[in-house]
């Protein structure tokens, strides 16, 4: 492994190691003449998506494999359908074939996202064991679950917008733990947001925008943060981002939404729709806005209420109408 870097010390430098089975583990690791190691991570298939918990095991793993090792990631298949062993008084109910295969697919278009797949070895001469701790917020309590329940790693199941918004709300007192455990950013990039934190010129939240950026890169690609980043901005007040139906789609579910039929929608005036989606009051309080400019259609400015809603303001059967820079409503059109 020449010159390749002392993963063990690694993960215990950035708070990633619970504890070792054999201290012989730091030996091999630390011996450049040694052979890869392969390395292995397990997942069980019980829902079509990893969670947040799941990520650290993934983190754990991207580390062997940047270090120069072996990484695979196991997904269980009988585990999944024996139940939940870990005590609870409502077991897990058993699942059948066709869930399973539709589960162990969902994770595996997540895994492949991170690593290529090898065929684990089972029979080894040596073997080691090495557990990290569990994803803790600073009070104690468990970390990944939002009002809406779970942190889900598949863009499906949660959006990457919301995803990126969940850890930017991350308090000053886990972030920089959170980027220690959950990145790849150097240490002492990490330390430099460490102390800048601490000036009086520090820009809030600068440190929660650099976490959430690159978890989001990690789980989503460039492609799903550009979606994030592009959604944050067009829920800024008086935001002008152009909107596409992703962006819509991601924004959707964090702003107030009514539903109206397609015929009542089109050459409906912009006066008629901002009262009828219960975004202003009356006509009388819609006209004044839009002498006033604070109308928005898609976060481009209504300038005159003779404006109508035509089939190209429609996306992706949406609308998003804004009176000011912070007032908005989806209108969701059937």
């Given at each position: 492994?020449?010159?390749?870097?002392?993963?063990?010390?690694?993960?215990?430098?950035?708070?990633l190691?619970?504890?070792?089975?054999?201290?012989?583990?730091r030996?091999?690791?630390?011996?450049q003449?040694?052979?890869?190691?392969?390395?292995?991570?397990?997942?069980?298939?019980?829902?079509?998506?990893?969670?947040l918990?799941?990520?650290?095991?993934?983190?754990?793993?991207?580390?062997?494999?940047?270090?120069?090792?072996?990484?695979?990631?196991?997904?269980?298949?009988?585990?999944?359908?024996?139940?939940?062993?870990?005590?609870?008084?409502?077991?897990?109910?058993?699942?059948d074939?066709?869930?399973?295969?539709?589960?162990?697919?969902?994770?595996?278009?997540?895994?492949?996202?991170?690593?290529?797949?090898?065929?684990?070895?089972?029979?080894?001469?040596?073997?080691?064991?090495?557990?990290?701790?569990?994803?803790?917020?600073?009070?104690?309590?468990?970390?990944?679950k939002s009002?809406?329940?779970?942190?889900?790693?598949?863009?499906?199941?949660?959006?990457?917008?919301?995803?990126?918004?969940y850890?930017?709300?991350?308090?000053?007192?886990?972030v920089?733990?959170?980027?220690?455990?959950?990145?790849?950013?150097?240490?002492?990039?990490?330390?430099?947001?460490?102390?800048?934190?601490?000036?009086?010129?520090?820009?809030?939240?600068?440190?929660?925008?650099r976490?959430?950026?690159?978890?989001?890169?990690?789980?989503?690609?460039?492609?799903g943060?550009?979606?994030?980043?592009?959604?944050?901005?067009?829920?800024?007040?008086?935001?002008?981002?152009?909107?596409?139906?992703?962006?819509?789609?991601?924004?959707?579910?964090?702003?107030?939404?009514?539903s109206?039929?397609?015929?009542?929608?089109?050459?409906?005036?912009?006066?008629?729709?901002?009262?009828?989606?219960?975004l202003?009051?009356?006509?009388?309080?819609?006209?004044?806005?839009?002498?006033?400019?604070?109308?928005?259609?898609?976060?481009?400015?209504?300038?005159?209420?003779?404006?109508?809603?035509?089939?190209?303001?429609?996306?992706?059967?949406?609308?998003?109408?804004?009176?000011?820079?912070?007032?908005?409503?989806?209108?969701?059109?059937?």
């Amino acid at each position: 492994m020449g010159g390749t870097r002392n993963v063990v010390k690694i993960l215990e430098e950035r708070g990633l190691v619970e504890s070792i089975t054999n201290e012989n583990l730091r030996l091999v690791c630390s011996d450049q003449t040694a052979a890869p190691l392969k390395v292995y991570c397990g997942f069980d298939p019980t829902v079509e998506s990893l969670q947040l918990g799941n990520l650290l095991g993934l983190i754990v793993l991207s580390w062997f494999q940047r270090c120069g090792h072996k990484a695979v990631a196991l997904i269980g298949g009988a585990t999944g359908r024996i139940g939940d062993p870990s005590g609870k008084s409502q077991e897990r109910p058993e699942l059948d074939l066709n869930t399973l295969e539709k589960n162990i697919v969902g994770i595996m278009e997540i895994i492949r996202r991170f690593y290529k797949l090898k065929e684990p070895m089972l029979q080894a001469e040596g073997a080691y064991g090495l557990t990290f701790p569990l994803l803790l917020k600073s009070d104690g309590t468990k970390f990944g679950k939002s009002e809406d329940g779970a942190i889900w790693l598949s863009p499906t199941m949660l959006s990457p917008y919301k995803f990126y918004q969940y850890f930017f709300s991350v308090p000053d007192a886990d972030v920089v733990r959170f980027l220690r455990i959950l990145t790849f950013l150097y240490m002492e990039e990490i330390n430099e947001l460490e102390s800048a934190m601490k000036n009086p010129g520090y820009v809030p939240n600068t440190a929660q925008r650099r976490l959430a950026e690159e978890i989001t890169r990690f789980v989503h690609g460039v492609d799903g943060l550009n979606e994030a980043l592009k959604a944050t901005e067009a829920l800024r007040p008086g935001s002008e981002t152009k909107l596409d139906w992703k962006t819509i789609e991601g924004i959707a579910e964090d702003v107030p939404s009514c539903s109206l039929p397609y015929p009542e929608v089109l050459n409906l005036s912009i006066v008629d729709l901002s009262v009828s989606s219960g975004l202003l009051e009356s006509k009388s309080a819609a006209r004044r806005l839009l002498k006033q400019g604070g109308v928005y259609l898609n976060n481009k400015r209504v300038d005159t209420e003779s404006k109508r809603i035509d089939a190209e303001d429609i996306v992706d059967g949406k609308v998003l109408l804004s009176a000011g820079k912070k007032s908005k409503v989806v209108v969701r059109i059937s």
